[in-house]
């Protein structure tokens, strides 16, 4: 019971954060699609509205673009953008999620609010007017700045990138050593199968790095689901306080309780939801475009021996895998986002 009421919370908290960053839609070509927060699906149309939780995916011939609060995101073919949302110093912070392809971003002006970008290996701060993320089958990312400045956090690292350099992370690992790089320089196709490749190559090798970033999400969720619990069960206490203040003391004084403590204390508790929410959704990018993708290839590559010895290795891996991810993930999911 307590478990379903902590979903049925998060349901709440999707519902009331759906209008948290529109983006409109401004140009399209080719195959796109736009999947909303209540899974109805729909060709991507110039004019569109989109906001958080709201996906887009573009086939191998579309292209997008859109502007949000002055910030033109351009998404290629073969990717796959999502918009998010976590806390960040006690508000919720706008996030460009990019779990597959490559999307160019460019800063028309800087206000010091900018969104932060995801992807499965990184988070990038942004203080830099254009660059651009590649985001590989992997898992890994590859960054090239412009112009302006982006620092790459990853595993506790970080590093600052000025115009026309670039760094390279691998999923579950800290960022690379910078390098001197345009975007217009590199080809996504060639460094996305290049990275395909060598994930085929050695699976055991990607399971490691799919195995502990996964973990490092279902520590996140576990952790953020216990501090959720609790502030919800000391909100309702605060509410039942405020209730009885009404009763003894009179409207006014019901009033500056629910300011000064019921009110911080449900911001604090819908930030926890909203961390938690974002966490699950990492893990389920994880599963879904980089572990889910890893066994389609190697079952298909398979499909005439699938009694190799590696390959059930890797099923074993996989399936374990899967079960955390069911127990640990799915709890704090909704039916829209599988």
């Known amino acids: 019971m307590k478990q379903t009421l902590i979903v049925t919370g998060l349901i709440l908290l999707v519902a009331a954060a759906a209008q948290a960053a529109p983006t409109d839609v401004t140009y399209t070509e080719g195959d796109a699609t736009t999947r909303h927060t209540s899974g109805r699906q729909q060709d991507t149309a110039v004019g569109d509205e989109l906001n958080t939780g709201d996906s887009v995916k573009t086939g191998d011939d579309g292209l997008v673009e859109m502007d949000q609060k002055g910030v033109t995101i351009k998404v ?5 953008f999502t918009l998010m949302e976590r806390e960040q110093s006690g508000q919720k912070a706008p996030v460009l999620s990019v779990a597959l392809g490559s999307i160019k971003f460019r800063y028309n002006k800087l206000t010091g ?5 995801r992807t499965n290996s990184a988070v990038l701060g942004v203080r ?28 506790g690292q970080s590093v600052q990138l000025a ?12 960022p690379g050593d910078k390098f001197t790089v345009h975007s217009d320089q590199i080809d996504y196709r060639k460094w996305n199968d290049d990275k395909l490749n060598a994930m085929l190559a050695d699976p055991a090798a990607a399971m490691d790095s799919i195995e502990a970033t996964m973990a490092g999400y279902i520590k996140d969720v576990n952790d953020y689901a216990a501090l959720f619990k609790d502030y919800s069960q000391k909100l309702s206490e605060e509410r039942s306080t405020m209730v009885g203040i009404s ?21 604090q508790t819908f930030n926890l939801g909203v961390n938690l929410r974002f966490s699950a959704l990492a893990a389920l990018s994880l599963r879904r475009f980089v572990g889910g993708r890893l066994y389609l ?9 699938p009694g190799d010895s590696a390959y059930l290795d890797f099923l074993a891996r996989f399936n374990s895998l899967l079960a955390d991810f069911e127990k640990s993930i799915v709890p704090y999911l909704v039916t829209a986002d599988i």
Not at 76 to 80: E, F, L, M, N
Not at 165 to 173: M, R
Not at 298 to 305: A, V, W, Y
Request: charged share 25%; hydrophobic share 35%.
């Open 247 to 267: 009763k003894d003391k009179g409207a006014d004084e019901a009033r500056k309780y629910q300011d000064e403590v019921v009110n911080p204390l449900m911001n």
């Open 128 to 155: 830099g007017t254009e660059f651009t993320v590649f985001s590989g089958a992997d898992g890994s990312t590859l960054i090239a700045v412009d112009s302006g400045l982006v620092t790459v956090q990853a595993e």
């Open 297 to 305: 290839f190697l079952k298909t590559r398979n499909i005439t021996h």
């Open 113 to 117: 609010q900018e969104p932060l970008v």
């Open 76 to 80: 290629s073919h073969g990717t796959v």
């Open 163 to 174: 115009s026309a350099e670039g760094v390279e992370v691998g999923l579950g690992k800290p």
